[in-house]
């Protein structure tokens, strides 16, 4: 597995983008795990996915991406879909706003 050989290099970060997509239930339960075990040893990890439910469930803090730039940062407590939803969508609003002012 690549992941172990990155492991074995001690680093401070993992970068995971997808990490669970196009597995089976119980592939994606087990890197859950294995990230919740790494996390738990100090380990930072920056989670990539488009799956709310999973971001939300292995999340402590959120970053909403929209339009290329960081539209919210939620705490794992202030993470919710619908506000998530809404930073997605006020970053559209307030990119059209600032256009009409410009």
Known sequence: MVIAKWLETNPKLLILDEPTRGIDVGAKSEIHRLMGEMAQQGLAILMISSELPEV????????????????AELSREEATPERVGMAMTRRNTASQSERALA
């Open 56 to 71: 939300l469930a292995m999340s402590d803090r959120v970053l909403v991406v929209a339009e290329g730039r960081i539209a």
